[in-house]
T-cell receptor
Framework: ELKVEQNPLFLSMQEGKNYTIYCNYS?????LYWYRQDPGKSLESLFV?????AVKQEGRLMASLDTKARLSTLHITAAVHDLSATYFC???????????FGTGTRLKVLA | NAGVTQTPKFRVLKTGQSMTLLCAQD?????MYWYRQDPGMGLRLIHY???????AKGEVPDGYNVSRLKKQNFLLGLESAAPSQTSVYFC?????????????FGSGTRLTVV
């Protein structure tokens, strides 16, 4: 059974600081996805990581994938208030396009 | 380009009532999915479809039925609503190809069963 775990579940940080969110998964996968959800809103695709060693960056966010360690990281650089949201990682069941989602990391950036 | 559209956005049902949630996509995606989101549990897959006329069960299918009579539409039905089905429901769609862009999500339906 595929399990996807994120940590931390809650993160409160000051503007300008750096931090990393971790996503661990329990079975082999060569793909992983990151989504952002603002309160009361839908999920917005952030990153699609399709191979071991993949690294994607968008603004202050950078995501990476290590398929051997079954680990993805979402690194936040010099956080700003606009990054406050819940971040989800998702991993597809082997050979399918069915995703198993992590429980999410609720990020609050304090001014 | 509307993407994925869900209707209704909000609904309150009494226990035992039935309803249908509609998901429509205009991106010619082959795959469509219904998820529910509950606090502290992330998103859990209810049912999914890999093409017109086909459906399959996900992680939490009990109490729900689905139909995909047309490629662009995926319907989620609750035959006899229960308070445990109070949740936010998201529809998503995706391509079936190596051009993997991930899911496109609808805006969600907030359902309360009293």
């Amino acid at each position: 059974e595929l399990k996807v775990e994120q940590n931390p579940l809650f993160l409160s940080m000051q503007e300008g600081k750096n931090y990393t969110i971790y996503c661990n998964y329990s079975t082999t996968s060569d793909r992983l996805y990151w989504y952002r959800q603002d309160p009361g809103k839908s999920l917005e695709s952030l990153f699609v990581l399709l191979s071991n060693g993949a690294v994607k960056q968008e603004g202050r966010l950078m995501a990476s994938l290590d398929t051997k360690a079954r680990l993805s990281t979402l690194h936040i650089t010099a956080a700003v208030h606009d990054l406050s949201a819940t971040y989800f990682c998702a991993v597809p069941l082997s050979g399918t396009y069915k995703y198993i989602f992590g429980t999410g990391t609720r990020l609050k950036v304090l001014a | 380009n509307a993407g994925v559209t869900q209707t209704p956005k909000f609904r309150v049902l009494k226990t035992g009532q039935s309803m249908t949630l509609l998901c429509a996509q205009d991106m010619n995606h082959e795959y469509m999915y219904w998820y529910r989101q509950d606090p502290g549990m992330g998103l859990r897959l209810i049912h999914y479809s890999v093409g017109e006329g086909t459906t399959a069960k996900g992680e939490v299918p009990d109490g729900y039925n689905v139909s995909r009579l047309k490629k662009q539409n995926f319907l989620l039905g609750l035959e006899s609503a229960a308070p445990s089905q109070t949740s936010v429901y998201f529809c998503a769609s995706s391509y079936r190809s190596d051009g993997d862009y991930g899911y496109t999500f609808g805006s969600g339906t907030r359902l309360t069963v009293v």
